[in-house]
Every structure is written in C-alpha cells, then in structure tokens.
C-alpha cells in the first residue's frame, strides 16, 4: 500500500487517520460533517458503539434506500439504521449519558482550538444568521476525551492551532487531541505536543503554520495515510 | 367516567390555548415533529407564543408556519439558524427585532425541560461554563470543576408527536422519534399527542414509553 | 343504611371518608397504613389512577395468592396486581413524577398536624431505632394536595392537631385536609377550619381534644359514615 | 473483539472490588435484590465500604449479611429501621458508633444517584427542606419556595438485579423489579447485573430498558 508524500491529508485520510486511534470496545459519538467519516475507517476487529444526540446508541451504516425510515435518524438528520446491540433513548437520557462521561470519545469538528485545549467550533460570527449551538457544548463539556479533525489552517493560511481563541468557545480546555491535513497534536497542560508531522514536512514548516508553540514529542513519526479518495 | 383522552379533532385538542402561553413543540431531525398540532394552532391564531423547540428552522418541522404568522414572540431553542446564507423568516424577524431568542446548549435545553416536569427548579451544569451561552449566570465551583446553574423551564402547553396512543394517554414512539416529547409532555401543564394510531386496548406496561398521566388529549394523525 | 352515632369512626371508616373526596380521574398516592384502604371505597364510577412510589402508576387490587408475582409490588412490599393502562416505571422518574406535582393527592398517615400545615410522620424517635423516611418527604413536599389520615388524638388522649408539632418534621406547610376519627378539618391561612364534626359530637368538645384553636367553616356538618369492620 | 459482557460468576464480576469502595445495590420491597451479587460481594471480603442502598434492612435484601460480617463502614439510604421493637444487627452497629448513617428522603436519594450518572453535580429540590434530614444545607429560594441544594451520588460499583440481559449489557427488568437500578448503573464506575436469563440475541430496542453501556459485566443467577 503506498502513501501520500507531502501531499496534505485530504479530508476522508484526516478521518481515517483519527479512527486508528479508537480503542475497541468504546463508545463515540461522531460531530457533523467530516468527524462522520470515522465510522468508515476503524480498525478491523474493533467493535464500537457510536452514540447519536438524539438518543440511538448504537448507529449503523446509512438506510439504504429501501430500508429508510424518517423516524430512525441521526443528529445531523441521516436516515440511519441499528447495529446489533442498538437501544434508542429520549433526549433528556442521551444528554445525561453524553454529560455524564460515559461518551469515551467525541470526535468534533472546529474552526480554532487554544494550546489550553479551549474549543471554539458552534459560531462563526455570520452576520444576521440566528445561532445553531446544537449539542457540540455538551459533547465538548461531557466526553471523557474530546478529538478534533480540522485542517491546520484556513484556506487563508490562518492557523487554526491558536495562543488564545479569537471565536466564540464551545467549551474552555477541553480537546485531547487534534487530527490536522499537517499533522497528529494533543493538546497537554505544557500546550500543543505534536505526536506526528506529515511525510516530508519538517517540524520548522508546521511551526509557521501553527499560531502558538509548538512541542515536538520525543520520537515524533512521520504522518501518512492510504490514498483515499476525498469526500465529495 | 372512564378515563378517556381521545378527542376527534387537533382543533379541539387546543381550543383553549390562550395568547401568550408557552409552547413546547417536540422533533429533532425529521422524527417526532407534531405537525399536525402545529397546523392547528396557526389555524387557532394564538398569539405572542413562547416556543421551547429544539430547532427553530428545521425544514421538516411546520413551526416556521407559527414564526412566520406573527404568532411568536420568543423562542427557546438550540438552533435557530435558517439553511442557506439568505436569512429565514426567523432569522429576519431576529434581525428586525420583532422576536426573542434563547439559544441553549441541546442537553441544557433538555434536562432543564426534564427539570422543569420533574421538581427541580435549577441544577448545576458543567456544559457553557465559558461560553457566550452562560454569560451573566451563576458559576459554581465542585470539586475540581466549574458548573453554570441553569433554571427548569415549564410550559403551559405541550405538543407531541408519538407513534400510538390508548385512551389512557399512554404513548409509544418508533425509533428516534422520542427525543424530546416525554420531557416536554412532563413539563406542561397541559399535554396534547397526536399518534399514528390509536389502541382499541390499553397499551402493555411493557411497550408504553411515556405513563398516559403525562397525556391530556390524543388526536389520531391521518398519514 | 344506617349511620354510626357518636361512636368515633373507626380506621376504615375515616379511609371511607377520605375516599369521598376523590375526584373523578385522580393521580393518587397512598401511604402505607390506613391510606391504603382508601382505594376500596372510592366513589361508584370514579376512575383513579393509584401510583405507588416504587413506579407502579396504576396499581390494582392485591394479588390473589395465584396471581401473586414477587416483582409485582407496591411501596409497602405488597404484592399487588396492575389496573387497565398501567405503567412501570424506575424510581428516579417515579420521584420526578411526584416532586413535580403530578400527584393530584397524597393521603398520608400522621402522629401530627400543626395549624401552619407543618406535618410529623415519619420520625416517632423511639430510642436507638434506625431512621425510615421512605417517600414521605417527597410525596409531602412534591404532592399537589396533601390529606392526612389519622385520629384525632394519641391513644393517651394527646391532641395530633397542634399549634407546632413536636416530633420531626416530615414537610413544613404541606397539609391541606386531615380526617380524623372526629372531624374532617381543613388547613387553611387561618389555622384549622373546621367542616364536618362527629355526629353528636359538639364543637366545645371537639376542641378540648385539639392542640390548637379550631375555626367552624360557615355551614359544617355532621360526619359520620356507613358501617364498615375496622381492619385488623 | 465482539462485545461480549457474560462472565461466569458472580466471584468473577467482583473479584476486583477494593477496599472501601462505595457500592450500589438496588432493589425495592422484594423486587431487584441482586442477592447472588451481594452474597458473592460478602464472601470476596472486600471492608470498609460505603453502601448506597435504599433500604439497609429489609428482609429479603442479603445487605444486612455485609453489614453482620462487618464489611460496612458507611450506607446512604431512605430506610433503616430494623423490624420489631428489638435492635437489627444495623442498629446495634448503629449505636455502637460502628457504621456511619446518611438517611435522605427517597426521592432525593434516587435524584442525587440519578445527577452522579447524569453529569449534574448537585441540584435544588423543595424535599426536605425544614426538616432533620437538610440540616445544614444550603436553603435557596427560587420564586415563592425554599429549595435545598442536594449533591450527586456517584459510586465504584453497582449490583444490579434485572430479568434479561445480552452480551451488549442490554437489560429487561419484569413489573417493579427496575427500582433503583438503572440510575446506579449509570453513576458507578463499574455496574454488574445479575439476570434470570441470558438472551443469545440482542434484545429488541423496543425491549431494552437500559442501555448496555451502563453495564459491564453481566452474571447469569440460577433461580
């Protein structure tokens, strides 16, 4: 299997590369958009449950179109289907599981995380657009360990891997890791520890990318991915 | 008199909603929206209604419809923002300050419902401590944490989605389509279901997912 | 059908009394003792929903011993059948039900009733014995109306219908009603307003055996009720 | 690896309980009494511990067998009177200063185990409030009423009885045998069910009335 070189990873290779990371046996709940694709990616042999806002615990593969049903969905409104084991609860039960730390990891999407671990990824400061704060506070206040996948920077070249967050938090110190196109970070109470820099990068490149500083763990890797192709 | 809580019509089911009362509306993503009821009481013409919905602008969901009437003054939610980057009527209405917006955190916005039905008039919750959402509240500090105190809410009345019903009130939901009608039926003061299907037979203890003493009426919802 | 005259009435009479008051589709609770008799003189026609703090939202009458299920009780360990439409539920949402004023009526056992509607009944202090509060708090503080059954005064003639009371507080302001042996007394702003006093009996005496000062609502009546054995 | 929570015995689910742990055991009136699980806890050994249990003395409950073999430091609970006029084996340790007492009312008692699961570290609750039982804690009024701040109930273990059960955890509880159970489970570290039965299939998610994340190990009890 070859790798990707240089090339930054795509958004489906970010997924897949946070799912290696999932310990089998865990409960995951799975933030809209690019954090969905995990499911796709987990390593063989791994069973987890992932757990949806609106109360299924247990989702599966996406309802093919013979087998939708409007009453079975997801929190991003996906007509889903079960997975062996599933059982669904109300949402009042399902933000007491997510709040009670019995979500092992929420993988969420992000525009900005601080070196303190705060989260800003609910409002971007559209002007005149109402807010859509969802649960991604919950999920942010509530999981044992919370993950982001986000590209390093914003298609502008800002970095999203920041001193202090200039948008409206999600949550204060709360990410563990982050999953960049650039590279594999945990967020410590020393600031950014980056685990992994993508193939042929050097630890100075990412260093300029990234708006706070940035400790290289001892025995770094080198980041990389199967080709996969992105998502459309 | 036997207990019977069928009526025959969403129309009379909120006859007697009054200007100004607090409605819950229950649904998340495309389940459980009580559309039916939501149709009623446009046709009804109540007005300056609170709602405590999840999602404002949900396009599956009719309660746009009651946005867009005038009959809203003031939304709780956790979503509020219309698809699209042209506003939604709402998000006009937001703009030209004609309506009141609460936005909170989705499990906030539940367990304070749940709350609310339950007793409890306030609780202490690590989830916006920080955050835009919480600003102004109480910040308390357990252990080793900080937590925001949040208020229960209640509600004059609440409208349910659920798959069937028996004359006692007591519900069952398929799949996701729960999620926030049991609290928001605990939470009024006066809960109406529309169901899928009525049983000529109580419901077993074993199948019923809401006890019918949170139910004050049920109307069959024609598919 | 002849009534009693001057003789008190006796544990299931003042159960009957009780009853009377019931309105049609009510949510009762009814605590272990006397209450409990109240469900079998209900008003003909009168639909009731009895709860059962345990989760039990409908129970029917006492098992027979064929019927007899050890996982189908009530509060009091009674092995109890359920009613059309029943439901179970746990016991965190049992007391959700109750402490958020879903119960239309509470009818509750008492050593004592101050004026103020303060309320005594769960703590006897009997020297060295463990506490035993159960639901008593919940079901005084939480229940839409309180009503207490109990008589009139202690087996050594000390009035249960005082100015303060003197044993442990089960929940301060929280009685409505009282039946008692004698009288069928209101808690009101006012104090104790009296609405029905033992046939034969006169308001004089009915208050020599009270704690505290009684008013006679405008119109009160005689009490007295059919001819029922006492429970055993 | 396939989930799967069965394990052989009820010494295996407990063989690493430490000293002092605070434990769950549910049970109500006779129903839910993981008797299997209690009497495998006694014969393990384990001292010092804090019983979270709603009666410390009812007759068909084997916790009185811990508290006689002394391995009970503590228990929270709503009962324990002993029955009859003569002192329990509780009461005596009671009055010899042997084992700590927290008595709360019922419903506070579930609320607070049911907040330790929920993420809610304390909550006001108008029980108690002006009586023996809240003295000393923090009075608060919300509108025209007093409240009491309760703090959550979070636990090591929790002994949970219940009718059915899969590899997932998923459990079924017959009639009123529930109780206390599901919230334990979900406010311990470590939740062990003991069952009638054991299903080959996942239960239906119609049937199961906890979900298995809450359980981790799960005992088959012969009856």
Redesign the interface.
Known sequence: MSTVKTQPLNRRQMAWRSAQDIADKSLVNLGLGMPLAVADYLQPGRDVFFQSENGVVGVGPLATADKIDTDLVDAGSRRVTLRPGATIIDSASSFAMIRGGHIDVSILGAFEVAANGDLANWDMRVPDKGPLVGGAMDLAAGARAVWVIMEHTTRKGAPRLVGSCSLPLTAVRCVKRIYTDLAVVDVTPAGFVVLEVLEGMTPEELATKSGAPLTFAPGWKPLSAPPIADAD | ???DKRVKSAGDALADVADGATVFISG?????FPNLLIRALREQGTKRLTLVV?S???RYSLTHELIEAGQVSKVIC?????AGKD??P??TL??AGKIE?T??????F??A?????????????????????TRGKEVRR??E?D?VLE?AIQGDLALVRA?TA???G?LTF??????????MA?AARLAVAEVRAISDQ??P????QL????IDRVVLAAE
Chains 1, 3 share one sequence.
């Open positions: 008199m036997a207990i998340f993503g495309g389940a459980g999840n404002a602008t949900h956790s979503a509020a923002r219309g506003l939604s709402f998000e937001l703009k917006l936005c909170l955190p989705q499990g906030t539940a367990e419902i749940r709350a609310g039905g339950a007793g409890i008039p306030a609780f202490y919750t690590p989830v916006g401590v920080g955050t835009d959402l357990f252990g944490r937590y208020p798959d028996d004359q006692y007591n398929r799949y996701a389509q729960a999620n926030f009608g049991p609290v605990t109580p419901i203890h074993t199948q019923a006890p019918g003493i949170y």
